[in-house]
């Protein structure tokens, strides 16, 4: 299994990115693909959430209506669109497996780290002010 993200840089504030997460070596239309970031001195965070079978997202409240997040299974290719970045939104972004999950479970537990397995090295995206 690996996942190699693309797509970070410097930007400004009010700019946009759109970040790749390509998946090599497994079946990766079987997966759940979360998107998570780590920024300096906090913990990892997830960010969004697509599920498999009806692409069911899932964001997290400080990103729902900038961030779109969307998959091609025939590229095994994951992307999360950002728009409106702010300088909050510096981190180390990264995306990762997981299993399937509800609607209920995503709206009381969040994305959660320890929700999903495998890793990509991750990609740095910094707003500038």
């Known amino acids: 299994v690996q996942l190699v993200e693309s797509g970070g840089g410097l930007i400004h504030t009010g700019g946009f990115l759109r970040l790749s997460c390509a998946a090599f070596?497994?079946?990766?239309?079987?997966?759940?693909i979360g998107w998570f970031r780590h920024a300096p001195g906090k913990e990892r965070e997830g960010v969004s959430y697509?599920?498999?079978?009806?692409?069911?997202?899932y964001y997290a409240d400080h990103v729902k209506g900038r961030f779109t997040i969307s998959r091609d299974n025939a590229k095994n290719t994951v992307y999360l669109q950002m728009n409106r970045l702010k300088p909050e939104d510096t981190a180390v972004y990264y995306c990762?497996?997981?299993?399937?999950?509800?609607?209920?479970?995503?709206?009381?537990?969040?994305?959660?780290?320890?929700?999903?397995?495998?890793w990509g090295q991750g990609t740095q995206v910094t707003v500038s002010s």
């Open positions: 990762a497996t997981g299993r399937e999950r509800g609607g209920n479970y995503l709206r009381v537990k969040g994305v959660r780290v320890n929700d999903f397995d495998s």
């Open positions: 070596g497994f079946a990766f239309n079987y997966f759940a």
């Open positions: 697509i599920g498999t079978s009806d692409g069911s997202t």
